[in-house]
């Protein structure tokens, strides 16, 4: 993950675009401006053959997903606050850098970056564990960082003897982790930052060949491929891309073959815009980064990713006032959703393969929510209105299923007995339509005033929770 402030053009929002679907490889939903008439059987590495490619269903469905950076990073577990402890191998090695007199004043001058391998053996990981935990918390797919800017991946690779089945914890993570998570029918990608590498164990330095043809040949195009042939991503997520052009890493190249490949099978698959300097220009989804262009949305599907903290790898250093609160947590994502984008929530384990307590209350904070709200949510789409206010000045957000005919209002608030929403933000409602409150079973008594909608809420059906869902539905006729 590039630092927080780096520089990227900002992305100003445009009005909704209509989305489709086709049939071709099972429900795929049609990016906006691209016409399904057009989608070519095969990919060329292009930018307008490959930004023809639809967007996967399933991932416009799933909404919520699990971001993972564990790996040799997770040893120290150290940055300064608001910082990426991910990111220790390469400031640990810069003087006047607060990790770099952290880690002398720790372990020694004399330590590499590449001896906390013994030290991360992951002795109390149970992948099956973190599959049921991240399914409890509401995920529909995960993606572990497959291998980070640190050049040791975390699965069996050909490329290299310095991997964790054969160092450290001597387990295929990447592999394992998989099938625990596919057992309990979630999506999985491992996601690839090696776009940029700053450190190679092996030469305890960054690799000698980095972006080098031989680079390509011999270490980043061949791992790529692995996860996709030999793990089975879903996602090609890659990381590393801002420094160079998308030609220095022949990614168009890559993405062609990846998308040809997934045609032939009958697969699913997608990729985001970490394909060289090309972010919010190319992809089947943009990638947003903590306060990093946060203009996206609905424009185009993007994806919100952050840590439960400041950073992506577990920062020891992080106090809890470093977290979200619940409230915070599921406020974001509402408003992410409303907006076209899924959450991609990171989780910073702990060398030994376990979850601090503050991160596995948010997720399961987070379950106990969708437990109530998740129809508003999954498979739902963009709604003509993305944000409004009551006329008692609660923030609302919506979404939309059956083409409009469900609209659900999140208020980012607890209602009082009665919210008055303007008739412009909802369907056209009629004698006969319903409203209901999410978690509770009766519809709810609601009235025309002027141009606005009034609804009654019966405030002993209101639950202690960060957000309440209204769901208006059109009815009609023959509709069971």
């Known amino acids: 993950m590039p630092h927080r402030s780096m520089p990227s053009p900002r992305i100003s929002r445009r009005g909704l675009l209509a989305t489709a679907s086709i049939g071709a490889l099972g429900a795929l939903s049609v990016a906006p401006g691209r ?4 989608f070519p059987t095969v990919y060329e590495p292009t930018w307008e053959s490959l930004d023809s490619h639809p967007l996967p269903a399933w991932f416009d469905d799933a909404k919520f997903g699990i971001f993972i950076h564990w790996g040799i990073f997770s040893v120290p577990a150290w940055a300064p606050r608001g910082q990426y402890a991910e990111w220790y191998p390469q400031r640990m090695r810069q003087p006047g850098n607060p990790t770099y007199e952290y880690h002398r004043r720790t372990y020694g001058a004399d330590f590499k970056y590449r001896d906390f391998i013994p030290m991360f ?3 109390r990981w149970d992948p099956d564990e973190w599959a049921d935990l991240f399914w409890s918390a509401g995920a529909r797919y995960v993606v572990p960082v497959g291998e980070h800017h640190d050049g040791f991946p975390l699965w069996d690779t050909r490329t290299t003897e310095w991997n964790a089945a054969r160092m450290g914890p001597r387990r295929d993570l990447i592999r394992d982790l998989g099938d625990a998570v596919r057992a309990k029918r979630m999506h999985y990608a491992a996601s690839y930052h090696q776009l940029l590498n700053y450190y190679a164990p092996e030469y305890d330095a960054p690799h000698p060949d980095y972006l080098s043809e031989k680079y390509l040949r011999e270490w980043m195009h061949p791992q790529m491929r692995e996860l996709v042939e030999d793990i089975g991503t879903e996602i090609l997520w890659l990381d590393g891309d801002w420094m160079n052009p998308a030609e220095d890493f022949q990614t168009k190249e890559f993405v062609a073959w990846y998308y ?7 697969e699913q698959v997608l990729v985001n815009d970490r394909l060289g300097q090309v972010r919010s220009q190319h992809g089947d989804f943009y990638t947003q980064e903590y306060d990093y262009d946060t203009g996206q949305g609905p424009h ?9 903290g400041f950073s992506f790898g577990y920062n020891a250093n992080e106090p809890p006032e470093d977290y979200m609160t619940l409230d915070e947590l599921v406020r974001m994502f509402v408003d992410t959703v409303a907006k076209w984008g899924n959450l991609l929530l990171n989780v910073g384990p702990r060398a030994d393969g376990t979850i601090n307590d503050i991160q596995v209350a948010l997720l399961r904070g987070m379950g106990r929510w969708l437990e109530v709200n998740g129809e508003g949510i999954y498979g739902s789409r963009v709604w003509t209105r993305q944000e409004g206010v009551t006329a ?5 957000r919506y979404t939309a299923k059956d083409g409009g005919d469900r609209v659900y209002a999140f208020l980012l608030g607890r209602p009082g007995a009665v919210v008055s929403f303007a008739a412009a933000e909802l369907p056209a409602m009629q004698r006969g339509d319903q409203v209901r409150l999410l978690g509770h ?3 709810l008594r609601w009235w025309r005033q002027g141009d606005r909608i009034v609804v009654e809420v019966p405030q002993g059906a209101l639950r202690d929770q960060p957000v309440h869902t209204l769901r208006f539905r059109r009815e009609r006729a023959g509709r069971s």
């Open 35 to 38: 016409a399904a008439a057009h």
């Open 441 to 443: 079973p009766g519809a």
């Open 260 to 266: 040809n490949r997934a045609l032939a099978r009958r």
């Open 392 to 396: 008692d000045g609660i923030e609302v």
């Open 121 to 123: 053996r992951a002795e």
């Open 300 to 308: 185009h599907k993007w994806e919100n990713t952050r840590g439960c």
